[in-house]
């Protein structure tokens, strides 16, 4: 949200540039909650839960 309050008082923004940034800010974490569901369900589905072998990519839609 803080990048559409920045567009939307910069010079060349507006209140349209803060409508675009809100709607990507929704599409990015509508994204992320999808990946993490996704990687969940693969982590439960296979057998990769050995501390060994399990990479630490899949973690990366969490942070997000």
Known sequence: M???????????GGKHWFIVSYVMWWVGTG?????A????TVIAKTSIVSLDTFPPAPIVPFVG
């Open 2 to 12: 803080q990048v559409g309050l920045t567009a939307s008082t910069a010079s060349w």
């Open 37 to 40: 569901m996704m990687v969940f």
């Open 31 to 35: 994204v992320m909650i999808v990946i």
